[in-house]
Each structure stands twice: as structure tokens, then as C-alpha cells.
């Protein structure tokens, strides 16, 4: 499968405790993007990189959020000193060059107990 | 915010065209017109885009209007693996300077009934 693919798909977690997820864009994508999801409403944009390079943040990623892509391959979320309200469906895409299309993964949800 | 008005919900019977509105009011003349759909437990998936003309690809045909301030979605034969939330966005596209993220609404929940 050559698709976005994100992991964990579930993670169950108590609050106050920091948790990563990873995602694998589609080979050789040089945009990456998170968003998160709660329930009955769309998808909320969080972050997007370009290759390596961090480019934008939305006001949601709060200073307990950290995202990485070092090497311009694959990303990490962090959330740390987990919260309630952090439970969502964190979803990641990528799209290639200037294409408007981006390609989700299945996303990780996340529950804080 | 999002800027365009989506049904809540729609029904469509298996076999027939599912035909799903989009109000986007104040669309400006270099904005594009995207849907994406959410099946159950999945991430959206891309569908179809347009600017004025209307567009057709294998999955669905977009039909919008001449003042571009509506357009509608056609699916023209429903299964009910079609059975999702479709959600209608409008942008900038990336090759004029447009902005990166999708910004989401509420979307329409299309129930494909047997």
C-alpha cells in the first residue's frame, strides 16, 4: 500500500501523559499536513511542512503540541501533558509540488481518560 | 471559518444520481470550488474541483453555477459505498499563491439507502 499511513491507529492514554504519533506520507510528497478531528465536526487544520521546514501553525497547536519531519520523510505530533479536550482523530496528509490535491492517511484517535 | 452552507443530511436511493448542494455566497473570482468525502472511520478523500466550468471525473461531475455562487455535486449512480459525509470547500488554488490548509465545514452526511 503506497498510501498515507499513520500510527498508532488508536491510542488510549491518562491525562497528563504525553503521547507521539507518527505519520508516513505518500513517497517522494514534500508537503505534509496535520489536522484534528472531534466528533461531528470537519477536520481542523493544525500544521503543514514543506520538506523539513515547519512553514505554518494554526492558533490550536498549543505550546503543548510539538510537530517534527527531520529528515523530510515521515512526521511526528507530540501532545504533551495530555488534556481532555485533546481527545480528537489527528489526521495527517501529504501532496506533491504545487498539486491542490492532498491525500489523507486514517488518522490516530486519541482518548484521555 | 468555513465559507460555504452545506445541508446537514441527505438521503439517496442505491442506483439513482445523488445530487448535493453547496452555497458558497461569497466566493471571490480566483477561488476554486473542492469536495472532499469522509467515509465512516476513514480520512477525507479528494473527489473533484472547479472554477467556473463544469468539471467530470470518474468519481463524480461538478456542476457550478454561472454567478458561481452555488454549485452542486453529482454522483450519478449512488452505492452505498458512497455513504459518507461530503464536504464542499472553497480556495485559492496552490498555483496562484493560495493558502495550504483546507478549511473544513460540517459537511453533508449522504446516507445511500439499499
Known amino acids: 500500500d503506497t498510501g498515507v499511513s499513520q500510527d498508532p491507529r488508536h491510542k488510549i492514554t491518562k491525562r497528563g501523559q504525553n503521547v507521539t504519533f507518527r505519520c508516513d506520507p505518500i513517497?517522494?510528497?514534500?508537503?505534509l499536513y496535520w489536522y484534528r478531528q472531534t466528533l461531528g465536526q470537519g477536520p481542523e487544520f493544525l500544521t503543514y511542512f514543506q520538506n523539513e521546514a515547519q512553514l505554518e501553525k494554526s492558533r490550536l497547536l498549543s505550546d503543548r503540541f510539538s510537530a517534527e519531519r527531520p529528515k523530510g520523510s515521515f512526521s511526528t505530533l507530540e501532545i504533551q501533558r495530555t488534556e481532555q479536550g485533546d481527545s480528537a482523530m489527528y489526521l495527517c496528509?501529504?501532496?506533491?509540488?504545487?498539486?491542490?490535491?492532498?491525500?489523507f492517511g486514517p488518522g490516530t484517535r486519541l482518548t484521555v481518560l | 471559518d468555513a465559507k460555504t452552507t452545506q445541508p446537514t443530511s441527505m438521503d439517496c436511493a442505491e442506483g439513482r444520481a445523488a445530487n448535493l448542494p453547496c452555497n458558497h455566497s461569497?466566493?471571490?473570482?480566483?477561488?476554486?470550488v473542492y469536495w472532499y468525502r469522509q467515509i465512516h472511520s476513514q480520512g477525507p478523500q479528494y473527489i473533484i474541483h472547479?472554477?467556473?466550468n463544469n468539471e467530470t471525473n470518474e468519481m463524480a461531475s461538478l456542476i457550478i453555477t454561472e454567478d458561481r455562487k452555488s454549485s452542486t455535486l453529482i454522483l450519478p449512480h449512488a452505492t452505498l459505498r458512497d455513504t459518507a459525509v461530503y464536504y464542499c470547500i472553497v480556495r485559492v488554488s496552490r498555483t496562484q499563491g493560495g493558502s495550504e490548509k483546507l478549511v473544513f465545514g460540517k459537511g453533508t452526511k449522504l446516507t445511500v439507502n439499499p
Open positions: 513517497s517522494e510528497h514534500n508537503r
Open positions: 496528509a501529504s501532496s506533491l509540488g504545487l498539486a491542490d490535491e492532498q491525500f
Open positions: 472547479g472554477l467556473k
Open positions: 461569497t466566493i471571490s473570482g480566483n477561488e476554486y
